[in-house]
T-cell receptor, first 120, second 112 residues
Framework: AQTVTQSQPEMSVQEAETVTLSCTYD???????LFWYKQPPSRQMILVIR??????QNATENRFSVNFQKAAKSFSLKISDSQLGDAAMYFC?????????????????FGKGTKLSVKP | NAGVTQTPKFQVLKTGQSMTLQCAQD?????MSWYRQDPGMGLRLIHY???????DQGEVPNGYNVSRSTTEDFPLRLLSAAPSQTSVYFC???????????FGEGSRLTVL
């Protein structure tokens, strides 16, 4: 079974600095999706960034980028120029590529989350 | 643009009571799911559905029941609430062969 591990329960960063959140996963599949979701105090789950495993290029969305190391099964999130609004829980998630749409392969598997605090 | 709508947003129950969390999506998504979120546990899958009339169990299905009579709706039923079911519940959906999961705003349930 696939698993997702976030080894940092809490992280802190100074405003305008850079922080990296770690995520590792375990799978025997070769094709899959990886995601980072942000959950601010409002409780809303917001997609930050996604990566398809077959793409070698690391995904980037404005100040958010990932370091995807497929062989190491590592998927870290880098937040540059941190802002107060970045303070939130961040969840890493995995999903098998839909070679078989039916069944449990389509489910998203989440890590336990990292709480990020941003200091002014 | 409603997306995924969950009701109610807050609910307090007494042990043994039953209730239904409603979930509706207007994106014509085939896949729908229910997660529960507990401190330090991340999001855990309760039940999911890949289309109308098809449901299956996730990681933590005990004490919950679901049905999928239409593409739009996927209610979650607690038959006899227990304090262990105190949690925040999220409904989510996605389209066929797409990766991104769209979430509702969550429902905070407290069982006394």
């Amino acid at each position: 079974a696939q698993t997702v591990t976030q080894s940092q329960p809490e992280m802190s960063v100074q405003e305008a600095e850079t922080v990296t959140l770690s995520c590792t996963y375990d799978t025997s599949e070769s094709d899959y999706y990886l995601f980072w979701y942000k959950q601010p105090p409002s409780r809303q789950m917001i997609l930050v960034i996604r990566q398809e495993a077959y793409k070698q290029q690391n995904a980037t969305e404005n100040r958010f980028s990932v370091n995807f190391q497929k062989a190491a099964k590592s998927f870290s999130l880098k937040i540059s120029d941190s802002q107060l609004g970045d303070a939130a829980m961040y969840f890493c998630a995995y999903r098998t590529y839909p070679l078989n749409y039916g069944g449990s392969q389509g489910n998203l598997i989440f890590g336990k989350g990292t709480k990020l605090s941003v200091k002014p | 643009n409603a997306g995924v709508t969950q009701t109610p947003k807050f609910q307090v129950l007494k042990t043994g009571q039953s209730m239904t969390l409603q979930c509706a999506q207007d994106m014509n998504h085939e896949y729908m799911s229910w997660y529960r979120q507990d401190p330090g546990m991340g999001l855990r899958l309760i039940h999911y559905s890949v289309g109308a009339g098809i449901t299956d169990q996730g990681e933590v299905p005990n004490g919950y029941n679901v049905s999928r009579s239409t593409t739009e709706d996927f209610p979650l039923r607690l038959l006899s609430a227990a304090p262990s079911q105190t949690s925040v519940y999220f409904c989510a959906s996605r389209g066929v062969n797409t990766g991104e999961l769209f979430f509702g705003e969550g429902s905070r349930l407290t069982v006394l």
